[in-house]
């Protein structure tokens, strides 16, 4: 029996449309209480792009979860689970782990090095020149590209397959709902929806963990019978390359080919992908560490338990003639757990992975958006296009960037699906396209020697390279070239390796021979949106004011330690972002901190954990499965406390002022 839907398609345009709908109105009420009772407003360029530049660190933690849990999140390490078995979901989790885990490091980095930034390609102009802020800009939109277009693949996959809503139709529906809400409350309204998204998404991954492990089904309901129904299962159709063929066992040989390629692809999504910057340069200097070290704990278990329950629920429900087939096509489109969940619950658990996975699209999905279109409205309409806009102009640029790129990523995904490019596709595609931009790009924020051969020829030419490898192993190993080819283990892993590889050789060995001795002092404080501002004053002057010309003067050299002049402003929409006081003893405390932290992070889950495991001849017990469910759960719960309990705690005085504002109890505008 094949894989069909369950639910009628008028619930799953009533999810996309009703619900769609519904935040995209609470998120444009939360916006107009936020401009209406604070003292931001989204319209300034700095709040719609980089909230301000304050956002404390509970919120950011659960942007950076929230973010970083995508459609693909939750369907392909549940179908690497399925595939690989019971390391599958933990080395896919890794690989965003030690990712985030490092951004911590890096993004103290951004706040000391380049602290009025809003996207990494600014640095790379600063720095590099045309050729540098060229180059970090095509990584940029490459990445931004192929993520938008495998969150909007994932989720439209598990739509279609639940409700039978047209693969099209859900395409741009889910899209362009999410533009919607960030066309009015840019970045800060992101925030906003991941904190409502993750709740939910969050209670509907407790109530399948609970299901599989713990609840009344006849069909799993406990750690033993997980374990007898995986062990019918390996005899009948055991895993190539894992110890005895089980599901049950880290010793697996595609199982350690996945964790490095799970690694490599993570450092290309996080460097080259604009969201991710975003929380660094929307994050509060005293806590932006600590923000991304946390986020990255918090994160690690939701691909776990999707991987551990729906993915090894769905190998082990196989066993049973009515459990749906699944071919490689629903596979590699990530419906092992919409199988998993429609099985075991019927329409309630269609209903719930359908919520689950429409939420994180479109939350992940917004994220993209607004990091997209501020790639549009600064690195290429206020850059190239227009260099004298003021603040305002490139708000409104980057209103009109969030329909295009809500256009091109809908179109690209549409493409993607009608050639036969899936959601799995993409994830083996990720690290080629991205991985040769890892090393130039984070050098760029910590190393005074990287040059512009260097940084230039790591993320391009090492992109480049990778591809050529990626193609020449693909016709080596598999005689020919085409879609299927392309993604298979061995050839990926090529890929991938090459092009982190590669990127890091050029960039590093490049700064080696001819130093750059960079003064971070030349991008302190400085930010793209002050380049030309004087120029044409609107008041028709031939001459600047004696002030204006020291500004001038001194922002050709770097030097943009005080503040513009206020005559240059038209208004408060008009209003470049505040020069700060930076706090270098603080930050490069937390540089030391959280490097020894994530060291000692990434030693035991990618060494002390799985190498023990993997290296022994062992098949896990009911007992250690047992604890194993037992630690998920408590880390659910702990994540749920950090991410969503612990923000609503932080704002509690901003949040019960504006309700006074509100409903008339108080006059003073004074909420942050």
């Not at 055991?238 to 996945?258: R, V």
């Amino acid at each position: 029996m094949a894989l069909q839907a369950d639910l009628p398609q008028g619930a799953g345009y009533a999810v996309i449309i009703g619900l769609g709908l519904f935040f995209a109105v609470l998120m444009n009420v939360i916006t107009w209480i936020q401009n209406k009772y604070t003292r931001t407003h989204s319209d300034t360029v700095d709040e719609f792009t980089a909230s301000s530049r304050n956002v404390p660190f509970g919120l950011i933690c659960c942007g950076i979860v929230s973010s970083w849990t995508w459609s693909l999140t939750l369907l392909q390490s549940a179908t690497e689970s399925y595939n690989l078995g019971i390391n599958g979901s933990y080395y896919y989790a890794i690989g965003g782990l030690a990712q985030v885990g490092v951004f911590s490091i890096i993004a103290a980095k951004v706040k000391a090095n380049a602290n009025l930034v809003t996207t990494f390609p600014e640095m790379g102009y600063f720095r590099y020149g045309t050729a540098g802020h060229l180059a970090f800009l095509w990584c940029a939109f490459v990445c931004n590209s192929v993520v938008s277009a495998c969150i909007l693949l994932g989720g439209s996959s598990v739509v279609s397959a639940v409700s039978g809503v047209d693969y099209y139709a859900s395409i741009w529906l889910i899209s362009f709902v999410c533009a919607i809400y960030v066309f009015f409350g840019g970045l800060r309204a992101t925030f906003i929806a991941d904190a409502i998204h993750t709740f939910i998404l969050l209670i509907f991954i407790m109530i399948f963990a609970y299901v599989v492990y713990a609840g009344d089904s006849s069909k799993i309901g406990s750690p033993g019978k997980m374990v007898e129904l995986l062990t019918k299962v390996a005899e009948v159709s055991p895993i190539s390359g894992n110890y005895q063929g089980s599901y049950l066992t880290y010793q697996s040989k595609d199982g350690a080919i996945f964790a490095v390629q799970s690694v490599i692809t993570g450092f290309g999504l996080v460097n080259c992908d604009q969201a991710y910057w975003s929380r660094a340069v929307a994050s509060r200097d005293k806590s932006i560490s600590s923000s991304y070290f946390t986020a990255a704990c918090c994160w690690f278990i939701i691909p776990f338990t999707m991987g551990l329950t729906l993915g090894l629920a769905a190998r082990a429900l196989s066993v049973y003639s009515d459990f749906p087939v699944l071919s490689t096509a629903d596979v590699n489109g990530g419906l092992a757990a919409v199988a998993a969940a429609q099985y075991l619950l019927g329409k309630a658990g269609s209903t719930l992975i359908l919520l689950m996975v429409f939420l994180s699209v479109t939350s992940s999905f917004s994220g993209e958006l607004i990091a997209s279109s501020t790639l549009i409205s600064y690195d290429v309409y206020k850059k190239y296009i227009k260099p004298d806009a003021r603040p305002g102009q490139v708000v409104n640029a980057a209103r009109v960037g969030v329909f295009l790129w809500f256009v091109y990523a809908s179109a690209l995904a549409s493409v993607f699906h009608k050639i036969g490019i899936s959601m799995g596709w993409l994830f083996n595609f990720l690290g080629v396209s991205t991985a040769s931009g890892v090393f130039p790009i984070a050098l760029s924020f910590l190393w005074k020697d990287l040059n512009t051969v260097g940084a230039v020829g790591g993320s391009i030419g090492g992109l480049f390279l990778a591809l050529v490898v990626w193609l020449v192993t693909c016709r080596g190993l598999e005689g020919e070239i085409n879609v299927d080819t392309l993604s298979t283990r061995w050839v990926a892993f090529a890929g991938n390796v090459a092009a982190i590889v590669l990127g890091g050789v050029i960039a590093i060995v490049s700064g080696l021979i001819k130093p750059a001795n960079f003064d971070f002092n030349l991008t302190r404080n400085r930010t793209i949106l002050s380049e030309h501002i004087h120029q044409n004053s609107t008041l028709g002057e031939e001459e600047n004011s004696a002030e204006e010309l020291e500004y001038e003067s001194k922002k050709e050299v770097g030097i943009t330690t005080f503040q513009e002049p206020q005559s240059s402003l038209s208004d408060d929409h008009d209003a470049l972002p505040k020069e700060q006081e930076l706090d270098f003893k603080l930050l490069d405390s937390q540089y030391k901190r959280f490097t020894i932290a994530s060291i000692v992070l990434l030693s035991v889950f990618i060494f002390i954990i799985p190498i023990p495991l993997s290296c022994t001849n062992y098949i896990f017990s009911v007992g250690f499965l047992t604890f194993v469910c037992v630690v998920m759960y408590i880390w659910l719960f702990a994540s749920f406390g950090f991410v969503i309990v612990y923000p609503l705690v932080e704002a509690r005085r901003e949040l019960w002022h504006i309700a006074k504002l509100i409903f008339g109890k108080s006059e003073a505008k004074e909420t942050p």
